[in-house]
């Protein structure tokens, strides 16, 4: 389980984002990093019983940095005030469908699939999605999909027919899509629990068949 001292040092970072309060509180953020890392090594373990393809990941293929890129942005405070990892064949950096952990006070949740995939990757997916239409239906029909995640995330997506695709094909609602996730909100409460290793589990169990579908298709 994830410790609360990780979750009150995101607390007091955020009302104290600056590199001043960061340097002077480096040892507790330390020991937060640590934390973060221990439990994402665990989640390693528990996703690859049901998905061999990342039992070779390390933590440190899949934390991201605490550090903002502000270089292009408005805001300039220089630190994220929450802890993200994905959990995918070739760690973080790479595009193929996995599992992603977003630790943060008030904001939790897990998530998965893929986010905006290069146009190549796009078009096979719809492909997929066309060729095998009744498979599709039924990851997304399952029982325990509907359960976590309701849907796909449709917040991604073009508002007229992709091209090559007819505007009365059963999934057109699903080709439109340029991202393909899925997302579960978690409470503070769930994040803290003894038991939230088993709780990823069973949410990123459910997202499973999907990601094997878009890694299919992808390959």
């Known amino acids: 389980m994830l410790h609360k001292s990780t979750f009150d040092f995101l607390s007091k970072l955020k009302k104290n984002n600056s590199k001043e309060w960061f340097d002077k509180n480096r040892p507790e953020y330390e020991?937060?990093?640590?934390?973060?890392r221990e439990f994402i090594q665990e989640l390693i373990n528990t996703?690859?019983?049901f998905d061999p393809a990342v039992k070779s990941l390390e933590p440190k293929n899949c934390v991201f940095?605490?550090?903002?890129?502000?270089?292009?942005?408005?805001?300039?405070?220089?630190?994220?005030?929450?802890?993200?990892?994905?959990?995918a064949p070739?760690?973080?950096?790479?595009?193929t469908a996995g599992y992603y952990i977003h630790i943060q006070p008030g904001a939790s949740f897990l998530a998965g699939g893929m986010w905006q995939?290069?146009?190549p990757q796009l078009s096979a997916i719809r492909q997929e999605i066309d060729y095998n239409t009744p498979?599709?239906?039924?990851i997304t029909g399952n029982k325990d999909f509907k359960k976590y995640f309701g849907a796909l995330s449709d917040e991604d997506k073009v508002k007229t027919s992709p091209k090559g695709y007819d505007k009365d094909h059963p999934e057109i609602e699903s080709l439109k899509l340029k991202s393909f996730i899925m997302v579960?909100?978690?409470?503070?409460?769930?994040?803290?629990s003894k038991d939230f290793i088993k709780q990823c589990e069973a949410?990123?169990?459910a997202m499973h068949p999907m990601n094997k579908f878009l890694r299919r298709a992808c390959d």
């Open 117 to 119: 995939p290069p146009a």
């Open 203 to 205: 949410v990123f169990k």
């Open 47 to 49: 996703i690859a019983k």
């Open 31 to 36: 020991i937060a990093k640590n934390d973060y």
């Open 135 to 138: 498979e599709f239906k039924k």
């Open 184 to 192: 579960h909100d978690l409470k503070d409460k769930d994040v803290l």
């Open 90 to 95: 070739g760690g973080k950096k790479s595009m």
């Open 65 to 87: 940095r605490i550090n903002r890129d502000i270089r292009f942005s408005n805001d300039k405070t220089p630190y994220k005030v929450n802890m993200g990892a994905s959990i």
